[in-house]
């Protein structure tokens, strides 16, 4: 009776104690979650995203090449290249020097170049570090040569081969313009540029230009003598490689902060690259939407885009008449005919449609080591088939004279996440396209355009 008086004595005060322990260790851990909370700092986003990605060290010189739209007034924009020299004045003040090339064509017969001069201040808290990236504002200065010699121009298009007519002879689509741009440039830019890889702004200026004034029969035009100087409203997108300096050696893990191991599978963007241009003879907005789609476990996806571009430019209204020219030793080949009266504006619209498949390069050893999950993220390598057309209103002279034909080429490009669901996507692609602004290895017309896409994943 005694041993089992003892036992029971011993389990009452083992029921005793037990809760008492039990009380005591959530104690503690309460106790310790109100410490860890009552530190907390707040912190903002934005510095986060750049210090995931690399961007708060100090930098003073940003070396940088790429391209750019050279004229996005037209249903296919010319890409250019351009070089640019950046320089950290003082704080967030810098001084940005630039060499521009325009894109020309085989009938131009020369090579024409723009230089500039840009000062910037960024946007940034006296905290954070002082590069050559983020929000900024900019006010800049440009010069070239003037479009032309000012006499006669032959209002040749920028077909290299045009196509035949019913006739026999050339259909030749034109590259029309109201103007032939002038010596000077100068305009304000708000804008973001994310190191190397991208900049885009929105701007607001004024050129110099010499209106065109009705030559020959109506089928050429010359500049005229006196230049004035008209607003524009046009947003750019530039992307390239650079470096910067001094360099910055230090490694930034960036996937606690992206979620680098969520898979993503499929995803719609928005391209930007390209988006809008106004002034007193021209205007023009595009987009392109694209849909992306990851096939199985493979590090392959199909992508379709759907682009619009709604264009449109003040000139001469057009005859309804085309005149041939020509010569059976030259080719004969039809140009229309003018009218010299007030200038009208003639609205044309253009449509795409693009297919293509895209390997991602380092996909698999990204997975194997544990880098990232599968998704549609990193370095891609593909090929794309287009098609493509122009459409106008019946009383008016759409800008090219034929439909643009199926067209075909390879991209390389890069993807990334920056957020756990938003991606920006930068690419090149170059193909054999008709309407080729540059005319590389002989016959074997090349256009090469850059792409700026923003896209969300789901």
Request: contains cysteine; proline residues 4%; glycine residues 8%.
């Amino acid at each position: 009776m005694l041993f089992k008086s003892r036992k029971m004595k011993k389990l009452l005060t083992l029921f005793l104690i037990l809760p008492t322990l039990l009380v005591a260790q959530d104690s503690v851990y309460v106790s310790h979650s109100t410490e860890t909370v009552e530190q907390l700092q707040h912190v903002r986003l934005i510095d986060e995203f750049d210090k995931a990605f690399g961007q708060n060290a100090d930098k003073r010189w940003r070396f940088k090449a790429g391209l750019y739209d050279y004229s996005p007034r037209l249903p296919i924009a010319y890409k250019g290249m351009e070089f640019s020299v950046e320089y950290r004045l003082i704080d967030n003040l810098s001084a940005r020097m630039l060499f521009s090339q325009k894109p020309t064509t085989k009938f131009d017969g020369y090579q024409q170049w723009r230089y500039g001069v840009e000062l910037r201040n960024y946007f940034k808290r006296k905290e954070a570090a002082k590069n050559l990236n983020g929000n900024y504002l900019g006010l800049s200065f440009l010069y070239k040569k003037e479009d032309g010699d000012g006499g006669t121009r032959v209002n040749f298009g920028i077909h290299p081969d045009p196509p035949q007519n019913s006739n026999g002879g050339y259909l030749a689509p034109f590259n029309i313009s109201p103007y032939a741009n002038g010596h000077s440039q100068v305009k304000i830019s708000l804008g973001k540029q994310l190191g190397s890889l991208l900049d885009y702004s929105l701007n607001f200026g004024m050129k110099q230009v010499r209106p065109k004034v009705m030559g020959i029969d109506g089928l050429y035009f010359r500049s005229s003598s006196a230049s004035t100087f008209i607003p524009f409203l046009a947003t750019k997108a530039a992307v390239g490689i650079g470096l910067d300096f001094p360099r910055n050696k230090k490694e930034f893990d960036f996937c606690e902060f992206i979620n680098c191991q969520k898979e993503v599978k499929s995803m719609l963007k928005i391209d930007v690259s390209n988006l809008l241009y106004i002034d007193s003879y021209f205007r023009n907005v595009s987009s392109n939407l694209s849909y992306e789609k990851k096939l199985g476990h493979l590090p392959l996806s199909l992508a379709g885009d759907v682009g619009f571009n709604w264009v449109g430019l003040k000139f001469f209204p057009y005859s309804g008449e085309n005149i041939l020219l020509g010569s059976e030793e030259s080719g004969f080949f039809e140009r229309p005919k003018f009218e010299d009266a007030e200038l009208k504006w003639n609205d044309n619209f253009y449509y795409s449609a693009v297919l293509s498949l895209r390997y991602y390069v380092t996909q698999k050893r990204d997975v194997a080591t544990g880098k990232s999950a599968e998704g549609l993220f990193g370095l891609y390598l593909g090929s794309f088939v287009r098609f493509a057309e122009v459409g106008s209103p019946k009383d008016s002279y759409t800008l090219y004279s034929e439909e643009y034909p199926f067209n075909y080429g390879g991209t390389v490009g890069y993807q990334r996440k920056i957020l756990d669901k938003y991606f920006f996507d930068i690419s090149i692609d170059a193909g054999k396209i008709s309407l080729a602004p540059y005319e590389i290895f002989g016959d074997l017309n090349l256009r090469v355009q850059p792409n700026v896409k923003f896209g969300y994943a789901f």
